[in-house]
């Protein structure tokens, strides 16, 4: 047998018969002495199996001391689909923030502990990173400098100074924001923070910061739920407030039907099957920006229904496209 699989037997040895001892281990695994000492402590210290041995009855449990680790279940391919994701792009998080070894001393213990839990040791977990593919596209690159002392700034609860690009009107202004939270969405990273300048919550694009610094002054705090409420109601990045909001009702062909049924685009969306095979979605927005961008991703699959500003505004976007094919 493998190591994987002696692994597994000896975790469900300790578990089926509580305390076994090290020469009941042998003969069940059939090793060699060191081969047994060199697996029990590659299980405690990679992957965290709280195993010790007990004196009095001669023999190696899981530790059932007060403060000590629940059920310990082993690492590997069993992961559900939700688990294995999370694991992954986990790790592709961190290893995209640091290009430039800023925040590697920060970084490796997690990196070190990620890899642990995706195999039973360093080339497994290669392997595995190689089988299963985490797809990104469109991502922005954040200056890491930045993302380390915004999320120190965070965690610390102090005000920071940003010079700040404002993409949509290409100004550049200088603000005193009090850090709330750090957003990831579609793979690029924004700070939600309240804004001393406009006496607001805002949310800033990492990556449109141009300079920063932290200062003393204690930052304000602003309640999770509030937060929620103001910046995640709407569509996407653009979330907008409750009073704000807008539904978008859109109606998939056939075809696009069967794709778009099993998305969720939005965590309030309510949706139905109509008669004829199409699917009617409908979701909240405050600005349209995001949501039309996924709009005519579809194409002439979907059609907007019950709202003629948004209708119209699909509709401009599509002809401007048409005349630049000419």
Known sequence: MDRTERFYKIELLLRSRGCVSFDALLEELGVSRATLKRDLQYLRDRLSAPIVYDRFDNGYRFDAAPGA???????GLWFSEKEIHALLTMHQLMAGLDDDG???????????????????????????????????TARRR????????????????RRVWLRYFKR??????????SPQRLVNHRNTWYLDAWCHGSEGLRRFALDAVQ???????????????????????????YGGGDAKLKWATLVFDADAAQWVAGEEWHARQKSRWLDDGRYELQVPYSDPTELTMDILRHGD??????????????????????????
């Open 168 to 177: 949509s009107d290409r100004s550049t202004s200088e603000r005193e924001v």
């Open 211 to 237: 300079d920063a610094r932290a200062l003393d002054t204690r930052a304000r705090n602003v309640a999770i739920r509030d937060l929620e409420a103001e910046l995640d109601a709407g569509y996407g990045i």
């Open 102 to 136: 800023v925040l590697a001393r920060h970084l490796q213990p997690m990196m070190d502990k990620l890899q642990g839990m995706l195999g039973a040791d360093e080339s497994e977990a290669r392997e595995l990173m190689r089988r299963v593919k985490v797809i990104v």
């Open 142 to 157: 954040s200056p890491s400098r930045y993302f380390e002392l915004l999320g120190s700034a965070l965690v610390q609860r």
């Open 301 to 326: 699959r979907v059609v907007v229904v019950g709202d003629r500003a948004l209708a119209l505004a699909i509709k401009a976007r599509l002809a401007k496209a048409l005349a630049q094919y000419r």
């Open 69 to 75: 680790a629940g059920r310990h279940e082993l690492p």
